[in-house]
């Protein structure tokens, strides 16, 4: 079994390989932001409870299109970071490395579905503030 | 596939049996697990945002419940395996810059020091969250 497993880095790919490392330079960024703001800016603070994040405190935050930006940037870039990832682990087994196509189709659905639909969640807070 | 065949993953001689992984053998299945956790957790956290599509309440009273210490400290879980896949990445991507590949093992422990440090900072950031009763500090 070991024998026959295919090199990874053959079948994933020169491109899957950079946009690995490049957006995870970027998620470096995007989490500091979202830790910051989640730990350190006291988000729950009107309800004196800090751990407390309420739908008012979300929907107020995201009054500024800068945090929208870096919401949907930061999905898009994790979403495209973990899949790639995963396409990578995939690809580590005969079962999926043979069937390069299927998968890779099957990744880019649910990236994009998963991106829209992480673009509609946000909606109720974006019109609800 | 066939549950024999995956002796090359679980078996003794496999190059996964604990005894047979060296240090950047363990860093890269830590990375590889902490990656597909963090994966995971995307969806979960995608579908607890989702609750305020059906309705603001819907939302604020699931935050009552992830606002306990328990899940406040569960949280902490999800702070550390994002600092060890994110130091042990940096130190992938050093090697790719061609930068250090050969001090390996020396890298890898600077890295997990630089962990611990933040680690510990997330810890001293969410301590009164979790050990500290709401309202009481
Ligand atoms: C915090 C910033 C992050 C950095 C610096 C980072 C870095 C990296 C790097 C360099 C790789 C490639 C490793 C290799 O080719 O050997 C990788 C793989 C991976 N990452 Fe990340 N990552 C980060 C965040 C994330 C997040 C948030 C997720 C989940 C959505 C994730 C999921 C994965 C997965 C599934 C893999 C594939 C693991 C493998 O091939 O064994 N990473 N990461």
Not at chain 1, 96 to 106: E, L, N, T
Not at chain 2, 84 to 97: K, P, Q, S, T, W
Request: charged share 15%; net charge neutral; with cysteine.
């Amino acid at each position: 079994m070991t024998e026959e497993r295919i090199a990874t880095t053959k079948v994933a790919g020169t491109w899957a390989w950079f946009f690995q490392r490049l957006s995870a330079v970027l998620l470096v960024i995007l989490l500091g932001i979202h830790l910051y703001v989640a730990h350190f800016m006291d988000v729950g603070s009107h309800t004196g409870d800090e751990a407390l994040i309420t739908f008012e405190d979300v929907s107020i935050r995201l009054d500024q299109l800068i945090y929208i930006a870096v919401d949907y940037s930061m999905l898009a870039m994790v979403l495209l970071h973990g899949l790639n990832g995963f396409r990578t682990v995939l690809f580590d087994f005969d079962m999926f490395a043979k069937r390069k196509k299927v998968v890779d189709r099957g990744l880019w659905v649910l990236g994009i579905g998963t991106l829209l639909w992480g673009i509609v969640i946000l909606f109720p807070f974006l019109s609800g503030g | 596939m066939k549950i024999g065949s995956l002796k090359w993953l679980f078996g003794k001689n496999s190059e996964f049996w604990p005894t047979n992984m060296k240090t950047g053998m363990w860093a890269w299945v830590g990375h590889r697990l902490t990656g597909l956790a963090l994966v995971a957790y995307v969806f979960l956290h995608l579908s607890f945002l989702s609750t305020a599509s059906v309705g603001s309440g819907d939302f604020d009273s699931l935050m009552e419940v992830t606002s306990q210490p328990l899940f406040v400290a569960m949280d902490f879980l999800l702070v550390i395996v994002v600092i060890y896949h994110a130091m042990n990445g940096a130190r992938v991507i050093m090697f790719d810059l061609g930068f250090g590949i050969r001090h390996q093992k020396l890298v890898f422990w600077i890295c997990m020091a630089v962990a611990a440090v933040l680690i510990v900072g997330g810890l001293w950031a969410i301590w009164d969250l979790v050990f500290v009763p709401a309202g009481g500090a």
